[in-house]
């Protein structure tokens, strides 16, 4: 199970900044930096907490171009614990309560889908 948040803090910052207020707001740790070629920039920051591993990255979604960063929540407890609507719920919530935070936030209706609508906040 997987949701995610596209983000654009509204001051310009880099993927470290943007990773140190997203975990002081949410009191996560997104400190362990990974390296990937298949990361937009190349790498990206990620952490756990209450079940998910959190991870942010530099977007390169054509489709949410004026978002800087994408905040990706993933399920680590198994497909048949998982329950879609519980994961939409809490992505919902922290979208609002970043975008109560000086940020930009916008959730895919679609996730996995090119062109799909977004819910701003």
Known sequence: M????????????????????????????????R?????AGGRYQRGKALGLEITL???????FADYAFKLIFESNLGQEAADNHILCGLVDLIAK??????????????PRQTGTSKFEY
């Open 57 to 63: 990255q530099e977007s390169d979604s054509v489709s």
């Open 97 to 110: 309560y970043l975008a109560r935070n000086d940020m930009k936030v916008a959730r895919p209706t679609q």
């Open 2 to 33: 997987i949701d995610w948040l596209y983000i654009q803090p509204k001051k310009k910052q880099d993927l470290e900044k943007v990773s140190r207020r997203i975990s002081a707001l949410l009191n996560v740790d997104l400190g362990e930096t």
């Open 35 to 39: 390296y990937s070629d298949n990361a």
